[in-house]
Every structure is written in structure tokens, then in C-alpha cells.
């Protein structure tokens, strides 16, 4: 069953929705849920919020990726469970580590609570990244988006992790001097 | 703004950017693996061989340049400075993975330094290896008085733009303040303190050139008359035709003049000379590296195209003056390289025997760290009980917590491991962690049959594995297995076979370790 197929049965309000995104997209976003929790109980719980969020969601919402579409819930379902729980603490897992890095590219920023529209970073980060080389870009995102190991992103992208942490080492500067040139940090 | 807030706006991201394909990538750069690919053609040819002092050049005639109206672009052409301008080594790093720069003509540089200032490293030259992609310098090669390399693998201090490495004892550090300027420390070195600059137009040779340039406009120019002809002048527009030509080419000049070198010739009629060697691949005198992913594309890339071994090319009848090249060979211990050849002037160096430590708490001398080979000071041992069969003929015998180290782990590093003598069910695992010669791919096993050796051989391809294998097969030598990640075999021989391959004409391996019987 293709995409269109399965957001058919959403409108429908078919119950077989959710059954045929999970069939096709459960391990998707297993996946990303769980490079960001690390814990089994907490992913299933993130997944399946992720499905009732999808529900809720379309209508009115018609995603032109579904894949996509419900990565993103799950990562964003993902990241405030994460938060939730390491609130007091510092995690362990990838997130833990993704957030320590990104935290290079604010780190310039006198101001932490300094205000910005969530609206237009996005728009800054899509010029950012539509800069990049492609392969810059896509190891960023496999480190930042999908919260992916260094060694999982270096394997994939066949180079070294050492190589792999260079990369992101650089682009990470890159977009922290982007960011202060478009007055966000 | 705080670091939860932009991991959030990442989550927010346009589709297109998530939806892009990483094999996209891949082919990006397939132009860049096939030229590499030629380099590892060459290696599997002749690669040893250019470690092996070289015979003096043949007379221009027996090289005869098969047009004549070719330039060939030499360094000191397309740099004006770098003739009188040692301290200037130069960069390109536009449109490859990895590279390496060179220094030559060192030697002007280190006249001036007393002779014996550094006994076995004279610092004739100097390459210093630039990552491209993110412009981090890598490696550091110096080359002896005789023209054998000296690697050391360049380790970033805390600071992001100081390097650190040592080479015979001797501690270089490099500052890269910037993606143009080294500067170059070493104590009591002609070139301590000096800055080095890294010109990054100066040679590029490749950059701008797509995949329809390779299939169209580039033209392989060979050298040598007869072999050269079929080719030269026409426009190709199979890649793999030129590899196949390719071949021949390498195998003809290695075969006359002991160097291996080709020149690739674009449609506005540049050329550039190319001399792979045993990792790099020199285009005018720009030493490109191939990292690992490289190498693995290199063997794919050969096994696709040519599938022909490269010993039944035939080479042509050469002037008596010819060195017999074919007949050389490189035996490398530990990571030491030990040139020689096998004709009657010269004598083969003996094997290194390499101590070991056995598990009775007999004290033996440590493993040789050998000047260029940075080691670590951690160690772990663990113990396997598991039995190894000497008539082992296929990986899967070979114990699994051994294969898991030996065939699965290339950061592991270096692997001792041994049976003991009088018990041969028995072996010790030492893994060594540390920097390695030419990256994390070296790797050994001890093992003591009775009067016996163990050898570790480094093919320089996958596709040649076979062809090795059912050679030492033939020999009588008994094969523990090979590692999927870097070709490399592991056999067991006796005093006699050993000899034997050390003589052999056999292509592509090297011997890399030899154990104690």
C-alpha cells in the first residue's frame, strides 16, 4: 500500500490507517525514537503516540511524505519525552551527545532567552543547509535530525568516525557562524 | 536562543533536505573512485616495486612519448615558485576526498644541515597530508636517504589546528592556523619554524572534470610505442576500455623503467602526469591519498572492470638494459618496508624475527615498536581456548572471538596472537591499540606451529585474493584465512616456503609480518 493509499484511509477515518503506517513505518520510527531515548519502553510509548498524533492529525493535514510526516512527530514526540525525563539529569545516549554539540553553535549567544521566531530559524536553517555540500548536509541531518551514531553516520557514508567527527566538527562552525550573521545568536 | 531550541527547528527542517538519497552522493564521486581505482590497478601490478630503489631512468629514446606535441605539466611548471621555493608545498583541495601535498627537492633545504643530524632520516622529503574535504591535515611522510617513506600518522592535539606526531623518535608538530599556512616544527630541523605554504590553486589537476569528461574527452596517452598505439589520440568512450588499456600501460612501464607513470591527457590537450603508488596517487607531483572507503571502492571498481589478472598481461621485449622488475619484490615486517629484489647482485635481507611474550609469565622481549609505528601504551590480553586447526584452510575454522577481532575490527589495531608451542589449542590475543602506518589496516597473528611460520600478506585487492590464495595453495602453504576489510592473509609456512615467497614473482601482497618459528 503506497502513501496515498494509507492517507485515503485516514480520511476515511478507517481504522486500518494506523495498522497499514505502522506496518510500513514502525520501524522508521522505532528507529528515530529510540536513537533518541535508548529505552524500549519509552520508544513503543513514543511510536504509538506517534500513530494516535498521525490520527489527530490528518485530516486536515495531507502529507506529501508520510515517511517523513511521521518522522518528524516521532522525533519531535521523541525529543519531549527525552526532556521530560532528563530534566534534572544528563541522559545518556545519542541525544545527549547531539544536544552537547549543538550546544557548540549557541555557545556564542550572551543571551540564552534571547527571542527568535521558531518561524523564521526554520527558514535560516533551510538556507543553511541548502548551502552545504550535499554530503555535509546529509551527515549533518543523519546526526542532528536522526540522532544517528557518529559510527553509524561514518559506516553509511563509508569514511572514518574520526572523519565523520571532523565533518560535523566543521559544519557545526559553519552554522554557528551562520547563525550569528542572521542575528540569532 | 538554546541548544533544545535549535535541535527543534532542525526537526523542522524542508522534506527535500531528508529525502535526499545518500547513493545520490556516492555517485557524485564515482569519477573520483574510478581514478583512484587506476591507482589501485597499479598497485596490484606493480606496487611493490616502487618502493625498491629505483634503476636509473632508460634512456629517453626507450621512453619514447607517443606524442610529441603532449606537455606534461610538471610541478615546477604550473607552480613558478616552487623551483626556489622550498618551504612551499602546495594543496588542492577543490574536488577530492583526501589529499596529500609534497614537498620535493628537500634536499636543498637540508644541505645545509650537518650530516649526521638525523642519521636514517636525512629529510629528503616531506609530504604533509591534507584532508580536502574539511582541510585537517592527516599524515606526515618524510623520506629517508634511500627514498623510503616514513610515515606518521598526525594526531590533533587539543587545540583543533596543532598537530602531533613522531617518526623515528623525532616529534613534528604542524600548526594549521588556516586552510593556507602550516607551520612546521621540529627541533634542530632545517625547517623548524618555518611556514609552509599551502597553495590551493596551484594544481588542480582533476577539479571540474565530470563523469562525461571521462567518458568523452580524456584520452589516455601511454608511453610507450607499441603499446601505445591502439589508443592513443582516441576519444574513448567506455571507461572501462581505458582501464583495460591502462593496464597494459602500467605493466609496460613499470617494466621499463622500474617507475610507474602515466598521463592523462584532457581535450584542450593538458596533460598530467600520474604516478600511483602504493597508497597515493601522484598527479604532478600532488600526492592524492586513499583512505579506506577508497580502497574498498578501488577493489569493487577492479573487480568490475578488470577481471583479468594483471600477471597475464604480456610485456613487451625490452632493451637489455631493462632492469628485471618483475623478478622484484618488497618484503615488509612490522610495518618496516625491506626493499629488495631477487637479482643475483643484491642479497635478501633475513626475516625480522619479532619477540613475543608467552603465557608462563616468562618475560620475552615486548613486540618491536618499530620507529614510525605510534604506539599506545594500553594493552589488553585475553585468552582464547578455543582451537585453531594448523591445517586451517578456511575463516570459519578460525576461532570466532579471534575472527571478531581479526576480521571484523579495523579500529582494533594491532593484533598478536599466538598458539603455543607446546600446545597448540591455546592462544594469547594481545590487541594494541595506536596509529598505524597508512591508517588502522595493519594488522598480524603470531602463530607457532612447530618450525614453522606465520605470515601475514596485505594483497592490494580483493579480487586478487583468489588468485593469491590458490597460488600459495599450490605451493603447499597452508592458509588460515584472509580479512574481508583489507585483503589481507594469513598463512602458515615452513623456513623453505617462506623463502619461496620472498622470491616470488607473485604480484600484489606483501609480506608484512613475519612470526618466530
Not at chain 1, 22 to 35: H, L, M, P, R, V
Not at chain 1, 111 to 117: I, L, M, N
Not at chain 2, 477 to 490: K, N, T, V, Y
Request: negative net charge.
Amino acid at each position: 500500500m503506497d502513501d496515498a493509499q494509507i492517507i485515503d484511509l485516514y480520511f476515511a477515518r478507517s481504522q486500518n490507517a494506523v495498522r497499514e503506517t505502522e506496518k510500513i513505518y514502525g520501524a522508521y520510527c522505532f528507529s528515530i525514537a529510540d536513537n533518541i531515548l535508548h529505552n524500549r519502553q519509552d520508544v513503543e510509548e513514543c511510536v504509538s503516540d506517534t500513530w494516535l498524533r498521525a490520527w489527530n492529525s490528518i485530516p486536515p493535514q495531507k502529507p506529501s511524505r508520510l515517511k517523513l510526516f511521521l518522522g518528524k512527530i516521532t522525533r519531535n514526540l521523541a525529543f519531549d519525552r527525552y526532556r521530560q525525563k532528563n530534566a534534572d539529569k544528563r541522559g545518556n545516549g545519542e541525544c545527549s551527545a547531539v544536544l552537547d554539540e549543538l550546544a557548540e553553535c549557541v555557545a556564542s549567544s550572551d543571551d540564552v532567552e534571547k527571542s527568535f521566531d521558531a518561524k523564521i530559524l526554520r527558514q535560516s536553517l533551510n538556507r543553511f543547509l541548502k548551502s552545504l555540500p550535499q554530503r555535509e548536509r546529509q551527515i549533518f541531518l543523519k546526526r542532528y535530525f536522526y540522532a544517528e551514531s557518529v559510527k553509524s553516520i561514518a559506516g553509511e557514508f563509508q569514511i572514518t568516525a574520526n572523519h565523520c567527527t571532523v565533518i560535523l566538527k566543521r559544519v557545526r562552525k559553519k552554522l554557528q557562524a551562520y547563525l550569528e550573521q542572521e542575528g540569532f545568536l | 536562543m538554546k541548544k533544545e531550541d535549535l535541535f527543534k527547528a532542525i526537526g523542522d527542517v524542508d522534506d527535500a533536505f531528508l529525502d535526499e538519497n545518500v547513493t545520490e552522493i556516492k555517485h557524485d564521486t564515482r569519477w573520483l573512485t574510478a581514478v583512484f581505482s587506476i591507482a589501485a590497478c597499479a598497485v596490484l601490478t606493480a606496487g611493490l616495486i616502487h618502493f625498491v630503489p629505483k634503476p636509473a631512468r632508460q634512456p629517453q629514446e626507450e621512453i619514447k612519448v607517443a606524442s610529441s606535441e603532449t606537455t606534461v605539466t610538471t610541478v615546477a611548471e604550473t607552480i613558478p615558485e616552487f623551483s626556489d621555493r622550498q618551504d612551499t608545498i602546495f594543496s588542492e583541495t577543490a574536488s577530492c576526498q583526501v589529499y596529500i601535498s609534497r614537498m620535493e627537492n628537500y634536499a636543498e633545504v637540508n644541505k645545509n644541515a650537518p650530516e649526521n643530524l638525523f642519521d636514517s632520516i636525512p629529510f629528503p622529503e616531506l609530504e604533509i597530508a591534507v584532508n580536502a574535504e574539511d582541510g585537517y591535515v592527516s599524515m606526515l611522510t618524510v623520506f629517508d636517504s634511500n627514498s623510503l617513506p616514513r610515515v606518521g600518522v598526525l594526531t590533533r592535539t587539543d587545540s583543533d589546528f596543532t598537530y602531533l606526531c613522531q617518526i623515528n623518535g623525532l616529534e613534528f608538530t604542524l600548526e594549521h592556523p588556516d586552510a593556507e599556512t602550516l607551520i612546521f616544527h621540529c627541533e634542530n630541523h632545517p625547517l623548524d619554524g618555518r611556514t609552509l605554504t599551502l597553495c590551493r590553486d596551484a594544481v588542480q589537476p582533476f577539479a571540474g572534470i565530470s563523469d562525461d569528461d571521462i567518458q568523452e574527452t580524456v584520452v589516455w596517452t601511454a608511453f610507450e610505442e607499441n603499446q601505445a598505439h591502439g589508443f592513443i589520440g582516441q576519444k574513448l568512450s567506455d571507461f572501462s576500455d581505458i582501464l583495460r588499456n591502462m593496464k597494459l600501460y602500467y605493466k609496460t612501464l613499470a617494466h621499463e623503467s622500474g617507475d610507474y607513470y602515466f598521463t592523462v591527457t584532457l581535450k584542450d590537450g593538458t596533460t598530467y602526469e600520474i604516478q600511483p603508488t602504493q597508497s597515493f596517487l601522484a598527479i604532478n607531483g600532488g600526492l592524492y591519498y586513499a583512505d579506506d572507503a577508497t580502497r574498498q571502492a578501488l577493489a569493487e571498481f577492479y573487480q568490475k572492470y578488470l577481471t583479468e589478472s594483471v600477471t597475464e598481461t604480456t610485456v613487451p621485449e625490452t632493451s637489455e638494459t631493462t632492469p628485471q622488475s618483475t623478478t622484484s619484490t618488497e618484503v615488509t615486517i612490522e610495518g618496516v618496508i625491506l626493499p629488495y629484489t631477487t637479482t643475483e647482485e643484491q642479497t635478501l635481507p633475513e626475516p625480522q624475527i619479532l619477540p613475543y611474550t608467552t603465557t608462563e609469565g616468562e618475560t620475552q622481549p615486548q613486540p618491536q615498536v618499530l620507529p614510525y609505528t605510534k604506539l599506545q601504551t594500553e594493552t589488553t590480553t585475553t585468552t582464547v581456548t578455543e582451537a585453531v586447526t594448523e591445517s586451517s584452510a578456511e575463516i570459519s575454522e578460525i576461532p570466532e572471538e579471534i575472527q571478531n577481532i581479526m576480521y571484523e575490527d579495523d579500529t582494533s589495531g594491532t593484533i598478536f596472537s599466538r598458539i603455543q608451542p607446546e600446545n597448540e589449542t591455546h592462544i594469547e590475543i594481545a590487541v594494541e591499540n595506536g596509529c598505524y602506518l597508512e591508517s588502522n589496516l595493519s594488522s598480524a597473528i603470531r602463530y607457532y606451529p612447530e618450525k614453522k611460520y606465520a605470515v601475514s600478506m596485505q594483497a592490494f585487492s580483493h579480487l586478487l585474493l583468489q588468485d593469491i590464495e590458490e597460488e600459495l595453495a599450490g605451493k603447499g602453504i597452508e592458509i588460515l584465512g584472509h580479512r574481508e576489510s583489507d585483503g589481507r592473509i594469513l598463512a602458515i609456512v615452513t623456513e623453505e616456503q617462506l623463502n619461496l615467497l620472498s622470491q616470488t614473482e607473485t604480484m600484489g601482497f606483501l609480506i608484512d609480518l613475519v612470526s618466530k618459528p
